[in-house]
């Protein structure tokens, strides 16, 4: 399928008095992607409340569709109807997967084990991302690459007539290969084992262990996490009751701590240890966010965020916290741009390889915003002085985290910001202009 280059929309924003009241927060979107493919997995009917229905999730809703699982919306909740375990029949079509790099990732692995044939595609953005990394495990356990361009979409795979457990040592932590690996490991009989230099986000063992699989986790003295998978489970429906998505909370929180007299509060937020890495370095900058009504809700805990304008400092940001924070990275150099004295984040040469070279992306973006920085192979240092000039135009190379990171610069710098393009905004944080317009933003639309 070709997919047309649509045209531009550009959006501005522009500085606020202050923001005030209850922002309310997507869905997270990485415990969405798995609800649905687990459930899609699992025998019987999964229940999944307060699911994200952005593009990217409502594609892994399409491609779970296509291989035989029964998906409805009722009300608003939605209603898996699982296959078991082994169970997905060979898609008919494509599996188009739209700009969504995780439903993509994750549902090769998913796939990898079938001796069928599955063909991936998505939009221009996604299929210039590079899969080499999903791959090599992926052969490995002998997955036949009938199609690819220099690993990049698209991509078809054909699985062995007999797959093999894997040892698979990841060089980089990384949540969604380490996902792509036990996901395939369910389907592959034996005991299939993922080592991380460090833990990255938990979100598949967590719920693969909810859904009644047997996994294995340890952590040794020097970090490295190893996860040990039991394959051909039996998955049982659950009910998952999805919480907020602290990625998306990460925009409210540092608009709140930036915009002076801004008080925000932020309800039902994930808080897993594995994904509060920004709420802990904004704590160590200065930040007055406070954690109300702690509590669990389907074997992940959650609470309230109350969010308060600081005065923030510059801090060194050390290379093992990137694992627990590599999405907000651009929310925090915005943060960092706008504190006192030099913030410097280490090991981020994860970002190199991140949908749209995100690190140097976001250099750009400070730079034509009048903010000092320097890049180096995986570091960024930006020096910050307390407030940003504003009035540059960031090229967001369609990533919503880079759109909405300088839409957040915006609301504090002395000129407007103004991103290339909002239209990717759907794919995470679908009503972004009205939620945050509800507490007090104001935004500039354009059109070209």
Not at 126 to 140: C, F, I, K, T, Y
Request: with cysteine; proline share 5%.
């Amino acid at each position: 399928m070709d997919h047309a280059t649509p045209a531009l929309r550009p959006l501005a924003a522009e500085r606020s008095p202050w923001l005030r009241g209850t922002l309310r927060v997507p869905a997270d979107k990485s415990i969405s992607h798995r609800a649905l493919m687990l459930g899609a997995m699992a025998r019987g009917e999964t229940i999944i409340e307060g699911l994200l229905e952005g593009e990217d999730v409502l594609a892994t809703g399409r491609a779970m569709r296509a291989l035989g699982a029964r998906i409805e919306k009722r009300a608003s909740r939605w209603h898996v109807m699982g296959i078991g375990v082994g169970g997905f029949l060979e898609p008919e079509h494509d599996l188009d997967f739209g700009d969504s790099g995780t439903g993509l990732r994750l549902t090769m692995g998913l796939l990898g084990s079938y001796q069928f044939t599955s063909r991936f595609i998505g939009e221009a953005s996604l299929s210039a991302r590079p899969m080499q990394r999903v791959l090599d495990p992926l052969r490995a356990i002998g997955v036949e690459v009938i199609e690819h361009h220099d690993n990049k979409l698209p991509i078809a795979l054909r699985g062995p007539r007999t797959p093999v457990p894997i040892e698979y040592r990841l060089p980089v932590a990384s949540a969604q290969v380490k996902s792509c690996v036990l996901l395939a490991g369910l389907v592959i009989p034996g005991t299939t084992v993922v080592i991380e230099p460090m833990m990255s986000r938990d979100h598949t063992e967590r719920m693969i262990e909810a859904f009644g699989a047997r996994i294995e986790k340890r952590t040794d003295a020097a970090g490295q996490y190893t996860v040990e998978i039991e394959g051909l489970p039996n998955l049982r429906a659950q009910q998952v009751l999805v919480p907020g998505d602290p990625s998306s909370a990460a925009f409210g929180i540092v608009a709140a701590l930036i915009v002076p007299g801004s008080e925000l509060v932020m309800e039902n937020i994930l808080i897993n240890p594995t994904r509060i890495g920004l709420i802990d370095m904004l704590l160590e900058m200065g930040a007055d966010i406070e954690l109300m009504n702690v509590r669990q809700a389907g074997g992940e805990q959650v609470a309230d965020l109350r969010v308060r304008h600081s005065e923030l400092k510059g801090v060194i940001v050390p290379a093992e916290r990137a694992a627990s924070m590599i999405d907000e990275y651009p929310a925090l150099a915005v943060a960092a741009a706008f504190a006192q004295g030099e913030t410097l984040m280490q090991g981020l040469g994860e970002l190199r390889v991140k949908e749209s070279e995100l690190l140097a992306a976001v250099t750009r973006g400070l730079r034509v915003n009048g903010v000092k920085c320097e890049e180096g192979p995986e570091t960024l240092l930006v020096r910050g002085s307390g407030r940003v000039k504003g009035g540059g135009r960031v090229i967001t190379h369609m990533d919503h985290r880079i759109a909405m990171s300088f839409l957040v610069m915006g609301m504090a710098a002395d000129e407007a910001v103004t991103i290339d393009d909002q239209s990717m905004l759907a794919a995470s944080f679908p009503d972004f202009i009205a939620r945050f317009e509800d507490v007090g933003a104001s935004f500039i639309r354009y059109t070209e």
